[in-house]
């Protein structure tokens, strides 16, 4: 009995670790950039390798950048108070509400700029709060260049 289920673990464990999700794609969505034909908001994947970055929706390839034509990647997030959640569940109970009218949001975002001659763009996507970190260290690693922290750039009235 024991054999057996050694010799079904062989199998079944290569099997689930070849069926797993590649580690080098993200879940991102498209916030906004020199990418024609794609809105505001589309769920794209992010696929980084070694010689190049791409965006894929679907099946369909979205843009190519080679890693040597990145000319810099910027990180910065958008903090906000959940007030039409809070709203809304004041509605039903207007402690609960309230309390929620306290709690904050992030989202994070990731800006790529790439000039490979004269074709020239840039782009930013939103990260997943999870995955923002992974996608920066590996954007980082494949390009050669450090994030700019864009919140330490903005001039604030």
């Known amino acids: 009995m024991k054999g057996i289920l050694a010799i079904l673990l062989c199998i079944v464990m290569p099997?689930?670790?070849l069926a797993a999700d590649?580690?080098?794609s993200y879940k991102v969505a498209y916030d906004g950039g020199s990418i024609s034909g794609i809105k505001t908001g589309t769920g794209l994947?992010?696929?980084i390798f070694s010689d190049q970055i791409q965006l894929v929706k679907g099946k369909?390839?979205?843009?190519?950048?080679?890693?040597?034509?990145?000319t810099e990647i910027s990180y910065g997030q958008d903090v906000h108070r959940r007030i039409g959640t809070?709203?809304?569940?004041a509605v039903v109970?207007?402690?609960?509400?309230?309390?929620?009218?306290l709690s904050k949001s992030k989202k994070h975002y990731v800006g790529l700029t790439w000039a490979?001659?004269?074709?020239?763009?840039?782009?930013?996507?939103?990260?997943?709060k999870n995955e923002y970190r992974g996608v920066l260290a590996g954007l980082e690693g494949v390009t050669?260049?450090?994030a700019v922290d864009s919140d330490t750039l903005t001039v604030k009235n």
Not at 86 to 89: E, P, R
Not at 93 to 101: C, D, I, K
């Open 22 to 24: 590649n580690s080098d």
């Open 116 to 128: 490979d001659g004269d074709a020239k763009g840039g782009l930013v996507i939103q990260c997943d």
């Open 86 to 89: 809070a709203i809304g569940l």
């Open 45 to 47: 994947r992010l696929f």
């Open 144 to 146: 050669g260049k450090k």
């Open 15 to 17: 099997v689930a670790i």
């Open 60 to 70: 369909m390839e979205v843009v190519n950048i080679s890693t040597s034509a990145v």
């Open 93 to 101: 109970s207007f402690g609960v509400g309230a309390l929620m009218a």
